[in-house]
């Protein structure tokens, strides 16, 4: 095998590598942003649930607060 057939061999296996690699870069990629956006939408779960439970105990607050209240005035 000459050189030039040589070269041209081993060009198109690097090509193949490079072709392989950014295959595989782009199904990496496309997995990565799935997660992130899972991840994304868990933390927006529990930040409205967190706000929520939050929201509640700022209400049993309130409503002891105004009893407590009425039990000083009477």
Known sequence: M???AAAHE???RRELEV???KRAMD???RSHETTLQDLRHKHTQQLDQANDQLEQIKKVDERAVQKNSLLHLG
């Open 2 to 4: 000459d050189t030039t």
């Open 10 to 12: 081993l060009r198109g």
């Open 19 to 21: 072709t392989e690699l």
């Open 27 to 29: 199904d990496e990629t």
